[in-house]
């Protein structure tokens, strides 16, 4: 079943127990994810993480794992991320299989029409479908707000929006933000707080135009000088690496489907026309631009390093964060540059 954007929060708060698949597509992914974790807390689950590798290579995984009982008694949830098509027989396997315990929940980035996953979603009542767009102008305030209230802050609409715009609409950045800004006011869901530009400005929340987000595109496009530029604004201790590789994960997330389309023989342009309002008008021009640099090959190679850099970063002893992503982000920059 499709999800409407008006229900999609009962769907999520009070789950039918009925419903097996949840899928959460489209290319803000951070909403995605956000869905996602809501949905959990909905269904009072633990996350039972399953890779979508693994599902492609055995598809009957899904279903087995999702129709096993847990050993330590407490409902879970079978969680995939990231995930596309590769898993479309496995979720089909899951959906036609006699029982159930857990539910699972897919998170998808850009999906076409024609997905195989998607249709599976969509076309099944036992599965539930929503997809997740970058919310613009007062849908990213309303956004921001929302997020906040979570945290205990009362956010007016000017603040709304500069916090929507240093974090790129991205709402995954938006919520990692907030919990920074709600602990240096004091706030909580019980002790709620105003959040004003004067604490915005003592915490540093905001880059201009929330320029470390793009990073990854400006390393993409192979923009050398601007990325040097904007490395340099960053904290020292890195901080922001990790939410600068994943959004360069989404990134190529996005643009592999696109390209794979474009060395089947299709045009761009009818690449970029059939995905409509699936992509933010603001990125049309840079994709066109992306498209024409890298090749399926050279996107599967700077995931690949994207990949093992995050894991690096993620360990106890792991290289400074901020030069390791100094050099990747130079290594790509250059790349692209040499393409062009």
């Given amino acids: 079943m499709k999800a409407t954007k008006a229900g999609i929060g009962r769907s999520l708060d009070q789950p039918d127990g009925e419903v097996r698949l949840y899928l959460f597509h489209g290319p803000d992914e951070g909403q995605s994810r956000a869905l996602g974790e809501r949905l959990l807390k909905g269904l009072g689950s633990t996350r039972f993480i399953v890779g979508a590798p693994a599902l492609k290579s055995d598809p009957a995984l899904l279903a087995d794992e999702a129709g096993a009982m847990n050993l330590f008694g407490e409902p879970r949830a079978i969680w995939v991320e990231p995930a596309g098509d590769e898993i479309a027989e496995a979720v089909e396997a899951l959906l036609e299989a006699p029982a159930s315990e857990s539910p699972v929940i897919v998170i998808a980035g850009a999906l076409r029409k024609s997905s195989a996953l998607l249709k599976l979603a969509e076309g099944h009542r036992s599965a539930l479908a929503h997809a997740s767009y970058v919310p613009e102008g007062q849908q990213a305030e309303r956004m921001v707000a929302e997020v906040g209230r979570a945290h205990g802050l009362r956010i007016a609409p000017g603040v709304a929006a500069r916090v929507a715009d240093a974090c790129g609409n991205d709402q995954a950045i938006v919520g990692q933000e907030l919990a920074k800004l709600a602990l240096y006011v004091g706030a909580s869901p ?44 960053l904290s020292p201790a890195g901080s922001e690496a990790i939410p600068v590789i994943r959004s360069l994960q989404r990134r190529l997330l996005m643009l592999a489907p696109m390209r794979a389309r474009v060395e089947a023989g299709e045009r761009s342009s009818d690449v970029m026309t059939s995905l409509g309002k699936s992509l933010f008008w603001k990125d049309k021009p840079l994709l066109e631009k992306l498209l024409a640099t890298w090749d399926a090959s050279g996107l599967e190679t700077v995931a690949e390093r994207a990949g093992k850099l995050e894991r690096q970063l993620m360990r106890p002893n792991s290289p400074p964060p901020a030069e390791a992503l100094g050099e990747e982000l130079a290594a790509i920059a250059r790349r692209a540059a040499r393409r062009r």
């Fill in 190 to 233: 019980e002790a709620p707080k105003d959040l004003d530009h004067d604490a915005v400005d003592a915490v540093g929340a905001d880059l201009p135009e929330g320029d470390f987000l793009h990073l990854a595109d400006l390393a993409l496009a192979g923009e050398i000088a601007e990325v040097g530029e904007t490395l340099g604004r």
